[in-house]
Nanobody
Framework: QLQLVESGGGLVQPGGSLRLSCAASGGTLDMYTIGWFRQAPGKEREGVACIPYRGTTTNYADSVKGRFTISRDNAKNMVYLQMNSLKPEDTAVYYC???????????????????WGQGTQVTVSS
């Protein structure tokens, strides 16, 4: 059973940066498409970025394009989300999720991605 653990969240000032990490155990990530999702209080969970199990065509939500970068290191069984130029509206709990041989999609949520981490809190505030 694949297990995912996010880390790297915290409190950062507007304009700052954070790098989130998603560590996998119980399996290898090389056959999984990985998505990052976030959920702010009172809002629905939304897809932020995804990276396919094969190839390099990533996908980003319009709200984070040019500021966030998703990457993976299969040798380390890790996926990362580099977040730059953070804004208060980026405040949310961030989750990584895995989909076996899946397409890189920001929609579908738990209907598409079978494995989820517990989330890490990101707070952007001065």
């Amino acid at each position: 059973q694949l297990q995912l653990v996010e880390s790297g969240g915290g409190l950062v000032q507007p304009g700052g940066s954070l790098r989130l990490s998603c560590a996998a155990s119980g399996g290898t990530l090389d056959m999984y498409t990985i998505g990052w999702f976030r959920q702010a209080p009172g809002k629905e969970r939304e897809g932020v970025a995804c990276i396919p199990y094969r190839g390099t065509t990533t996908n980003y939500a319009d709200s984070v394009k040019g500021r966030f970068t998703i990457s993976r290191d299969n040798a380390k069984n890790m996926v990362y989300l580099q977040m730059n130029s953070l804004k208060p509206e980026d405040t949310a709990v961030y989750y990584c999720a895995a989909d076996w041989l899946g397409i890189c999609s920001l929609v579908g949520g738990k209907a598409r991605y079978n494995y989820w981490g517990q989330g890490t809190q990101v707070t952007v505030s001065s």
